[in-house]
């Protein structure tokens, strides 16, 4: 498995001068497994774009581009890319779209879809090229063909949100994000008028299984990719409930679950290249969280797996 970054940002791309180093485009992962040629995209954020050139220029000389896309939930940034995603576009191009049915009674085919018409888009979908095919997931494990297995988990995102984990040739390489640790909602002051003991004690218990549902999905990866938007100084301070993690809560959980590697991703865009080089500093330094190597993610970055 060969993993490239294209899009590393949260929740809205932001170019510009002080985002150059990690870049400003909003989440998208390409995951290529060469032997089989065969090609895997997570997430259609702003990143696609560009993934979708470079597809273009390298993939279509050798034939009609087939590709599968995993959309771990359908906000914006994480959809983005889809109408500038260039293979849409050519005729004898496949598409499989592998996502939740998030949002009330709408598909996943008219929430993605529904970016091309009129109303925001030059394009309407009925008039891409493409043959493309929407695949509703819920938490499962896959049989993806070839040898490949996909494990999803349910993350804690104010929309349904799915972790992803492939498994080939004995390497695994996981994603989790948009979330935050999953927490008590009932109070749990006696003094609170609201006060249920029973239904705290129930929300507690809920929350702990949850929470090492989540570490248990991603124990041992080779390369995982999680969320770690805020500092744990925001996380508190004002972001709790927004849907997405602190860095010193996913460092430690990565360690003590004996994850290999983990990419910090989704980064703020408030958050320039020197704040980050600066978060680096502290928070990847060899052995600061005990045999696992942790980085933050870039654009363009390339690992094999």
């Known amino acids: 498995m060969r993993v490239k970054f294209w899009g590393v940002r949260g929740s809205i791309p932001c170019p510009g001068p002080l985002t150059v180093k990690y870049g400003g485009n909003t989440p ?30 390298n993939d279509l000389p050798k034939g009609p581009i087939k590709t599968e896309i995993f959309l771990s939930h359908t906000h914006w940034d994480h959809i983005m890319g889809f109408p500038f995603f260039g293979p849409i576009y050519i005729p004898g191009t496949q598409i499989k779209v592998y996502g939740t049915d998030s949002y009330d009674n709408d598909t996943l085919e008219s929430i993605v879809g529904g970016q091309l018409t009129y109303r925001y888009f030059p394009v309407r979908q009925a008039e891409l090229g493409a043959n493309i095919e929407y695949i509703h997931l819920k938490e499962e494990k896959l049989n993806l063909g070839d040898g490949i297995t996909l494990i999803t988990k349910y993350l804690n995102h104010p929309l349904l949100c799915l972790g992803f984990r492939f498994d080939y040739k004995g390497k695994s390489f996981c994603t989790a994000y948009d979330t935050e640790p999953f927490r008590n909602i009932f109070t749990s002051d006696p003094a609170d008028p609201s006060y249920d003991e029973a239904m705290f004690l129930e929300g507690q218990t809920v929350v702990e299984e949850q929470n090492k549902a989540v570490e248990e999905f991603f124990n041992a990866a080779d390369l995982l990719v999680h969320d ?25 959980a990565a360690n003590r679950t004996g994850v290999k590697r983990m ?11 020197a704040q980050i080089d600066e978060l680096a500093e502290i928070h990847c330094a060899p052995d600061k969280y005990g045999n696992t190597e942790i980085f933050f993610a870039r654009e363009g970055m390339e690992i094999e797996l």
């Open 263 to 273: 990419a910090l991703f989704h980064h703020e865009p408030l958050r320039s290249d």
């Open 228 to 252: 770690s938007q805020y500092t744990s100084n925001e996380y508190e301070t004002d972001k709790k409930g927004w849907g997405h993690s602190s860095i010193e809560h996913v460092c430690p």
């Open 28 to 57: 998208c992962i390409e995951l290529r497994f060469d032997d089989i040629d065969r090609l895997i995209i997570i997430d259609a954020g702003s990143g696609l774009r560009e993934l979708g050139n470079f597809m273009m220029a």
